[in-house]
C-alpha cells in the first residue's frame, strides 16, 4: 500500500506501539478480503428462512457478485485514486515541508478509503436485488436519479478527506454504478409473491 505514496516519500511511527499493530491491521483487512464470500453467505443464510424457494437462487450470484464488485472497487481506489489525490496533495504541499506521514494514520486512511470504495461499488447489486424482489420499479429509480446524484455527493463528502479530488472520484463512480445497476435491472422481471400469482 505504500507504493500508492510518491516516490521518495518516508513514513514515521509516532505510536508507541504503531509498529507493532499496523502489520495486524494490514492481515486482518486481508483476512476480511478473503472471508468476504463467507461472510456474506452468512448474511443471505441469516435471511434465508424467510425468503421464498425462487428467492433463494439469487444467494449465489448475489454472493460472487458483490465480492467481485468489492475487490474491484478496492482496485479502482489504489490504482486510480491514490495515485492522483497524493500526488496532488504533495504538490501543494509547501517546498519547506518535509512531508513524513504517520503510518498509522496513513494506514486508518487507506483502509478507510478501500471500504469507502467497496462498499460504494455494491451499488449495481442493490439496484437490481430492489427490482428483482419488486420493492422499487426501473420507473421509479428512473425518478429519483437526480436526488441519488446528490446523495452521491453528499455521501462522498462524509467518507472520504476533505479535498473535492477524492469526493469527486468516489461521487463520479457511484453516480456511474447506479445507472450501470438500472441497465443490469431491465433484464431483470420483478418476482411474484405467491398471493400475486393467483390472481
Same mark, same amino acid.
Given at each position: 500500500?505504500?507504493?500508492?505514496?510518491?516516490?521518495g516519500?518516508?513514513?514515521?511511527?509516532?505510536?508507541? *506501539?504503531?509498529?507493532? &499493530?499496523?502489520?495486524?491491521? +494490514? !492481515?486482518?483487512? @486481508?483476512?476480511? /478480503?478473503?472471508?468476504?464470500?463467507?461472510?456474506?453467505?452468512?448474511?443471505?443464510?441469516?435471511?434465508?428462512?424467510?425468503?421464498?424457494?425462487?428467492?433463494?437462487?439469487?444467494?449465489?450470484?448475489?454472493?460472487?457478485?458483490?465480492?467481485?464488485?468489492?475487490?474491484?472497487?478496492?482496485?479502482?481506489?489504489?490504482?486510480?485514486?491514490?495515485?492522483?489525490?497524493?500526488?496532488?496533495?504533495?504538490k501543494?504541499?509547501?517546498?519547506?515541508?518535509?512531508?513524513?506521514?504517520?503510518?498509522?494514520?496513513?494506514?486508518?486512511? *487507506?483502509?478507510?478509503? &478501500?471500504?469507502?470504495?467497496g +462498499? !460504494?461499488?455494491? @451499488?449495481?447489486? /442493490?439496484?437490481?436485488?430492489?427490482?428483482?424482489?419488486?420493492?422499487?420499479?426501473l420507473?421509479?429509480?428512473?425518478?429519483?436519479?437526480?436526488?441519488?446524484?446528490?446523495?452521491?455527493?453528499?455521501?462522498?463528502?462524509?467518507?472520504?478527506?476533505?479535498?473535492?479530488?477524492?469526493?469527486?472520484?468516489?461521487?463520479?463512480p457511484?453516480?456511474?454504478?447506479?445507472e450501470?445497476?438500472?441497465?443490469?435491472?431491465?433484464?431483470?422481471?420483478?418476482?411474484?409473491?405467491?398471493?400475486?400469482?393467483?390472481?
Amino acid at each position: 500500500m505504500i507504493r500508492a505514496l510518491p516516490d521518495g516519500t518516508k513514513m514515521i511511527a509516532t505510536g508507541v *506501539v504503531a509498529p507493532f &499493530f499496523i502489520p495486524m491491521k +494490514i !492481515t486482518g483487512m @486481508v483476512a476480511f /478480503v478473503i472471508a468476504l464470500p463467507f461472510v456474506l453467505y452468512q448474511a443471505w443464510a441469516f435471511v434465508a428462512p424467510g425468503l421464498y424457494a425462487h428467492e433463494k437462487r439469487l444467494v449465489l450470484p448475489l454472493i460472487v457478485a458483490s465480492t467481485v464488485l468489492f475487490l474491484i472497487g478496492v482496485a479502482f481506489c489504489y490504482v486510480f485514486v491514490f495515485g492522483v489525490v497524493f500526488s496532488t496533495i504533495y504538490k501543494w504541499a509547501p517546498k519547506s515541508i518535509s512531508v513524513a506521514p504517520d503510518i498509522e494514520n496513513y494506514l486508518n486512511f *487507506v483502509l478507510g478509503m &478501500f471500504m469507502a470504495f467497496g +462498499i !460504494t461499488f455494491e @451499488v449495481p447489486v /442493490v439496484v437490481v436485488v430492489l427490482v428483482r424482489m419488486g420493492l422499487v420499479s426501473l420507473d421509479k429509480l428512473k425518478e429519483v436519479r437526480r436526488y441519488f446524484i446528490v446523495v452521491a455527493f453528499v455521501v462522498s463528502a462524509i467518507v472520504t478527506p476533505p479535498d473535492v479530488l477524492s469526493q469527486i472520484m468516489l461521487a463520479v463512480p457511484l453516480c456511474l454504478l447506479y445507472e450501470i445497476g438500472m441497465l443490469v435491472a431491465r433484464f431483470v422481471t420483478p418476482l411474484q409473491r405467491p398471493a400475486e400469482l393467483e390472481h
